[in-house]
């Protein structure tokens, strides 16, 4: 059973306006909830992340919501630009669990000109 | 720092062919994450190392399957023999604590 969530595999949106990725978890020791960003051919990279004693994080653009009562999280991108067309995974870690992330499916974001 | 690399980059093999993927963590890093990605599954965790041990291999699908950390700062994931199942992106990640994990570029695996 999946312990990450992420029920969008694909998003759409235009240029300038705001991306909304969602991911929903199940299991209530994970603490530490991470972003990757992944482009083809590459590797997954460390987008921004957030601890479970916080419910918002923000780096520039990027914006990491946290609702630990839903076991929800969120990621806005505003304004989104046609370089943050990419596949957009979250990551969740358990405290003691030495690192190992559980991802989720991901979800494809494609930014229209 | 080049970052976590793995080489090849591409492998295109026979079923029944052991085929043997190779990753070199970034330097001073000390735990050492293989994953697979294919469209059905997403991206699974097979093992993990920290300090050079084993930690977690409950993801590695079968016995074929096999890694090693040598040294601190290389591994290897072994599929002996393969099948076409096994074709999928892997990707090795290192880290230096728990939290954000430094991914490689992957190896492509194909497996006629």
């Known amino acids: 059973d999946q312990q990450v969530k992420q029920n969008s595999p694909s998003l759409s949106v235009q240029e300038g306006r705001i991306s909304i990725l969602n991911c929903d978890y199940t299991?209530?020791?994970?603490?530490?909830f991470l972003w990757y960003k992944k482009y083809p051919a590459e590797g997954p990279t460390f987008l921004i992340s957030?601890?479970?004693?916080?419910d918002k994080n923000e780096d520039g653009r990027f914006t990491v919501f946290l609702n630990k009562s839903a076991k929800h999280l969120s990621l806005h991108i505003v304004p989104s630009q046609p370089g943050d067309s990419a596949v957009y995974f979250c990551?969740?870690?358990?405290?003691?669990?030495?690192?190992?992330?559980?991802f989720g499916k991901g979800t494809k974001l494609s930014v229209k000109p | 720092d080049a970052g976590v690399i793995q080489s090849p980059r591409h492998e295109v093999t026979e079923m029944g062919q052991e085929v043997t993927l190779r990753c070199k963590l970034i330097?001073?890093?000390?735990?050492l994450f293989w994953y697979r990605q294919t469209m059905m599954r997403g991206l699974e965790l097979l093992i993990y190392?920290?300090?050079?041990?084993?930690?977690?291999d409950s993801g590695m699908p079968e016995d074929r399957f096999s890694a090693k950390m040598p040294n601190a700062s290389f591994s290897t994931l072994k599929i002996q023999p393969s099948e076409p199942r096994d074709s999928a992106v892997y990707f090795c990640?290192?880290?230096?604590?728990?939290?954000?994990?430094?991914f490689g570029p992957g190896t492509r695996l194909t497996v006629l």
């Open positions: 957030i601890s479970s004693i916080k």
């Open positions: 330097s001073g890093h000390n735990s």
């Open positions: 990640a290192s880290s230096l604590r728990a939290g954000e994990q430094f």
């Open positions: 190392f920290n300090n050079n041990v084993p930690i977690d």
């Open positions: 299991n209530s020791m994970f603490d530490y």
């Open positions: 990551a969740a870690s358990e405290w003691g669990s030495q690192g190992n992330l559980i």
